[in-house]
């Protein structure tokens, strides 16, 4: 059964059985459509280097060492060795804009059962996964683990995460870039969960997409993506924490679409390849949405 706004909102106060239902619904999608491609999208031809070899046909030319070609006068290629085990981040951005909601559910609701999926493949495929809650007040790091059962729990943990205070007047997160770039395996999966409002890039990140495997997964709003049509309306707005009286006047859809285009550029900044970005609407299935990710992913490597 999808999860709907109805029935996801109840589970919320009781992780472990919202859980429960999003593994059911992982386990199928792995079984039905998923198979291998979640675990060969993320890897690709390998990432550790073994060493240089004599090139034969049917061999990757990606994978050609044009300087050893170029002393021998033949084609050698590198090496590579699998990965044998996956190590997946997930870092979740807990900043109050994402407790707005236009459909009967927020965009926190939405992104935590996102993560929680994404999470439960980990915990299908035999990876370790380890999560980061950051708000503007500080983070919670928890280790990566291995398991269904300390998967499980260290998901409920991020599910009962108490959602930032609106009325702090603090929007950034304090995301732990530097701790992470000391502590996480090399080529470990990093998945940045949050709102992505338009700003610079934290310090060092280029370095960081070359050492991990970065991508990005945002939810938008339906509202966020165009304005409702018709008479104007009020909004209640969580970063300022007050109703904010909407008019639908041209001036303010011009805005609005400023705001939109600066946000998918800062957006396609961070991760500028397409296929390390997933962008799922409140009112979408988030499971179809990863599942088209991941098909996606692999189709272009």
């Given at each position: 059964m999808a999860l709907t706004p109805q029935n996801l909102l109840p589970g919320i106060s009781n992780p472990l059985a919202l859980l429960r239902k999003l593994e059911w619904r992982v386990r199928n999608a792995v079984e039905?459509?998923?198979?291998?491609?979640y675990r060969s999208a993320f890897r690709g031809r390998g990432m550790e280097f073994d060493q240089v070899v004599r090139y034969e046909f049917g061999d990757d030319i990606r994978d050609i060492d044009w300087n050893v070609t170029a002393r021998l006068g033949e084609p050698y290629r590198k090496k590579f060795v699998e990965e044998r085990e996956v190590t997946l981040i997930v870092v979740f951005e807990d900043t109050p804009s994402l407790q707005f909601g236009s459909a009967g559910i927020s965009k926190r609701e939405a992104l935590l059962e996102l993560a929680g999926l994404v999470m439960l493949l980990g915990a299908v495929n035999r990876d370790r996964v380890g999560t980061i809650h950051a708000t503007p007040r500080g983070y919670t790091l928890h280790e990566?683990?291995?398991?269904?059962?300390?998967?499980?729990?260290?998901a409920a943990e991020l599910f009962g995460q108490p959602a930032p205070d609106i009325t702090d007047g603090a929007t950034t997160a304090a995301i732990p870039w530097q701790l992470l770039s000391?502590?996480?395996?090399?080529?470990?999966?990093?998945?940045?969960?949050?709102?992505?409002?338009?700003r610079p890039a934290p310090e060092g990140w280029p370095i960081f997409q070359r050492r991990y495997q970065t991508m990005g997964f945002r939810i938008d709003d339906p509202w966020e993506r165009a304005m409702p049509a018709g008479e104007?309306?009020?909004a209640y707005d969580p970063v300022s924490g007050r109703l904010v009286n909407i008019g639908g006047t041209s001036a303010e859809r011009a805005a609005h679409a400023r705001w939109r285009e600066s946000r998918d550029t800062a957006w396609r900044s961070l991760f500028p390849d397409q296929f390390s970005r997933l962008q799922v609407g409140t009112d979408e299935n988030r499971l179809d949405a990863l599942v088209r990710f991941f098909h996606r992913r692999m189709s272009a490597r």
């Open positions: 039905s459509t998923l198979g291998g491609i990566p683990v291995r398991g269904r059962g300390p998967i499980m729990h260290a000391r502590s996480a395996p090399k080529h470990s999966i990093m998945i940045w969960l949050g709102d992505f409002a338009p104007g309306f009020a």
